[in-house]
């Protein structure tokens, strides 16, 4: 299983970036799925979440800014990220818990992070 992280870049202040996250491999269920960023000299900490029936999460600090969705038949996340602004620059990671073939729980899977800096 794999998740593969596409999206980042660089922005100025008050401009708008979309994040995608696709998981692929042997997959029967993907259950929760949320972005995760990392500044430098800091922890890193959730953005949002969205389970499988599109219950969300937001962290304080990108409410009203950001919105995450799902695909599922696509077993794709998405973070629509606008107003953003240099607090906002990071690395983003994605996540996913994954219900695989031959394993019977699920599985917690990082992306391998996409950079997105916000800067005039």
């Known amino acids: 299983v794999q998740l593969q992280a596409s999206g980042g870049g660089l922005v100025q202040p008050g401009g708008s970036l979309r994040l995608s996250c696709a998981a692929s491999?042997?997959?029967?269920?993907?259950?929760?799925m949320g972005w995760y960023r990392q500044a430098p000299g800091k922890q890193r900490e959730l953005v949002a979440s969205?389970?499988?029936?599109?219950?969300?999460n937001y962290a304080d600090s990108v409410k009203d800014r950001f919105t995450i969705s799902r695909d599922n038949a696509k077993n794709t996340v998405y973070l629509q990220m606008n107003s953003l602004q240099p607090e906002d620059t990071a690395v983003y990671y994605c996540n996913a818990n994954i219900f695989r073939s031959g394993v019977g729980y699920f599985v917690n899977y990082w992306g391998q992070g996409t950079q997105v800096t916000v800067s005039s």
């Open positions: 491999g042997s997959i029967l269920r993907v259950g929760v």
């Open positions: 969205i389970t499988g029936s599109s219950g969300l």
